[in-house]
């Protein structure tokens, strides 16, 4: 089954969470090693300004996906 | 009940205020750990870029609640 | 009487005005003393990189108030 | 008279240069000195990066003008 | 053939592989020499903040062609 | 003539190639001599940041390419 099946959702709760998904899908595509990952997991989650550029990806894939979900109206 | 139950607000003021929190909510989201949280808190509210970089994440939110509520119009 | 009753502005230049309010807003929100405020507008009010910084974000929330007055058409 | 009396220009040329405007706009806003704004861009003018950075703000206003105008069709 | 003949995908995953390649064929414009590429890819892709610059980069084009595709609603 | 005469491009591919241009527009308006701009391109395309910075440039004028063209449908 597809990684991505849907951009729909049923709650904004949950659409938030896909665009935190499709944040972190991005940089596995480009580091495809879980290891590695999880190593510079453990530096960019004690950095801040790691952690608002990494909220910053996250809020450009919520437009994309409370727009596909007319935004839960 | 979910943190997020709708991008519906009364205001634009109120808004403003969710398009906040869901930036800090992303953070959250990566770096679960209160107490680290607020340390690097201490750090990047005083310093000048990282508050840019913050208003930054913020905004592209706003950009989402606002047209999820039509502008408030 | 709320900082943010309206997006709807009477000109352009009103918009942008608000557009700086906002970008500003998000940094008060974060950082709520004034002094430290200040002293850090001492600092990058003097770096060309954070001025432009400061401009993108001033550039997002410039869109959406530009939306929500259907552009002043 | 305004310094943004519309958003409307005749060309996508003139829109551009309007998009140019409103990234120096909010930069003089910040830093209303102009003596302080000139010595700041000898130094972001020869940096690559500066220079991207400022190409970005350009192109989140750019995307504004060129939906005030319907794309210029 | 062109290396982008169309923005419409058959599914949301393919999309968002699209969006990863756009976002690659714009850095292969700018250094068409692949060799460099590489070498510059063995630095970014064990930096935390590289990869979430790239991934902000693919969020960006996601939201085009997901928007060229309604979202494959 | 106008070095910007149109958004409208006759292909997905032209209009990236447009993106591209745009992008290096503003640049050259913002520092408008050459010999300093093929300098620091010699900086800039061999540092990976650069090159996804420049990248992120294009994908935001992408954007309004792809949507003046209602994305090539």
Not at 38 to 57: G, P
Request: aromatic content about 10%; hydrophobic content about 40%; cysteine-free.
């Amino acid at each position: 089954m597809s990684w991505l099946p849907s951009l729909q959702t049923k709650t904004p709760e949950e659409g938030f969470e896909l665009a935190l998904k499709l944040a972190r899908m991005a940089v596995k595509y480009t580091q495809p090693d879980a290891a590695i990952r999880d190593t510079l997991r453990t530096e960019y989650e004690r950095n801040a300004d790691s952690l608002t550029m990494a909220s910053h990806v996250v809020a450009t894939h919520f437009q994309t996906v409370a727009k596909a979900n007319d935004y839960w109206k």
